[in-house]
């Protein structure tokens, strides 16, 4: 996060204006969204609630912020004006957690077990590139909650895990230690894990992931669960989540809802996040258009290989798309763009910087039509040693990308994650089940289902 320091205290973000990249003002930030862990872990900061001028109070994800300093946050541009909501598991630390009475812990030498002592601003940590999590506590010993006492009791930055009293509470505990379990899986282990879990159990999880992490959950998921899941959220939170959803993906899952369930929540979602969806949903699920993804690497011809490079290393691509790049000329958004040809990530690394695709261009292939359907689709794939296929309209124009892990998804038996090969997920569902009947017998979560 260029520009950003390392540690800001939230009381200096309070009220701080929201810039997009032009400079032109968002609104102001009116709290902090964390996700507290169990354990005496630092919480995970999940975004903040921005007031726009319209005095709607709306939710931005820490990954859209691209630089913090006291006094001013600048975002991506991208902003989603749904009004905030909070969520289970979710905790504002202006509103929830200042003017809380803790008690030190005795770690790190703060002071004695059990001495209480009141929040008076918290610290957030950059942990990784737009990553952070609340590491420091500022505390004032012997102030009570509320009262205005200037210059009685000391005060002193103490290590998040230096203080108690930040329990979560009784009614998410369940979810939150079976997040905690959670928080390294890959989103097709953690799917795996989920796909064995009651049905109870399973709404619990997916109603306290956030929507990015439910989103890359859902796509690993049969879609029996993708439906039963989706249909326990509200609408708006669905929509959210859909709309976090690669458009092929979100079009698979609606797919499979009753066609009015389908429109109102493509209704709900924003227009320009709905529209590629609804392209998809008009080709038949086995034909490359029903299989492709709309939203593939593409460069004009004078773009240079330097260029390509950094669209191929951006980390929310995936392996598949980062394989090769689609050479377009201008507009170079699917489904307008004129297909040109594919350069090879293997040609890419062969060739100087500064060399423009468009001179080393492969046109030797011609693409798939949309109506191709699912068994030539895998034949071209596999005749021509590609993870990805450009699916271009009688016009040339690209309106996609078939990749070999759309295929997989189609060609696979709807049981294959009980198969022998994937036993992980259920050895690590009967352990949570194990640790949930634990936390039951203790009394800190409900038996379940």
């Not at 918290?122 to 012997?142: H, L, P, T, Y």
């Not at 009651?198 to 439910?214: F, G, M, T, W």
């Not at 004009?300 to 598949?320: I, T």
């Amino acid at each position: 996060m260029a520009g950003a320091s390392s540690r800001i205290f939230i009381s200096h973000l309070a009220d701080a204006p929201v810039f997009d990249p032009n400079g032109d003002q968002v609104g102001r930030l009116r709290d902090v969204v964390v996700s507290l862990r169990p354990g005496g872990r630092p919480p995970r900061v999940l975004g903040f609630v921005v007031e726009v001028v319209s005095r709607r109070r709306i939710f931005m994800p820490i990954t859209r912020v691209t630089t913090m300093e006291a006094g001013q946050v600048i975002t991506t541009g991208t902003v989603n004006l749904r009004r905030f909501q909070q969520r289970p598991g979710e905790t504002l630390v202006l509103g929830e957690l200042l003017d809380r009475q803790v008690a030190f812990t005795g770690s790190g030498g703060y002071g004695e077990p059990g001495e209480e002592a009141v929040v008076l601003d918290v610290s957030m940590a950059k942990v990784r590139n737009r990553e952070w999590d609340i590491d420091k506590v500022f505390v004032q010993r012997g102030k009570k909650p509320g009262r205005l006492r200037r210059g009685r009791g000391e005060t002193l930055v103490v290590d998040w895990s230096g203080v108690s009293g930040f329990s979560l509470s009784e009614q998410d505990q369940g979810a939150a230690n079976l997040l905690a379990t959670f928080e390294k899986l890959r989103p097709a282990d953690l799917a795996n894990v989920l796909h064995h879990l009651s049905p109870k159990r399973r709404s619990e999880v997916a109603a306290a992931l956030d929507d990015e992490r439910l989103a890359d959950v859902l796509e690993e998921l049969p879609e029996d669960h993708q439906v039963e899941i989706i249909g326990e959220l509200q609408d708006e939170r669905a929509a959210d989540v859909l709309e976090a959803m690669d458009p092929d993906d979100a079009a698979d899952l609606l797919s499979e809802l009753p066609p009015e369930e389908s429109e109102r929540l493509l209704q709900l979602m924003e227009p320009q996040e709905a529209e590629p969806v609804r392209r998809l949903l008009s080709y038949d699920e086995n034909t490359a258009g029903g299989l492709m993804t709309s939203e593939p690497i593409v460069l004009s011809p004078d773009a240079s290989v330097a260029e390509a490079l950094a669209r191929v290393r951006e980390q929310d691509v995936k392996a598949a798309l980062a394989a090769q790049v689609f050479v377009c000329r201008a507009p170079l958004e699917t489904p307008t763009g004129m297909y040109l040809g594919t350069v090879h990530f293997q040609k890419l690394l062969r060739e100087p910087p500064y060399t423009l695709v468009g001179s080393i261009v492969d046109d030797s292939l011609d693409p798939l039509g949309p109506e191709t359907e699912l068994p030539q689709v895998t034949s071209y794939l596999a005749s021509y040693n590609l993870v990805a296929a450009p699916v271009v309209d009688e016009l040339d124009h690209l309106l996609g990308v078939v990749t070999v892990d759309d295929v997989l998804d189609h060609l696979l038996p709807s049981d294959w994650r009980d198969s022998a090969g994937h036993h992980r997920g259920a050895e690590d569902a009967q352990n949570v089940q194990g640790a949930q009947e634990a936390y039951a017998e203790e009394g800190v979560i409900d038996g379940g289902s």
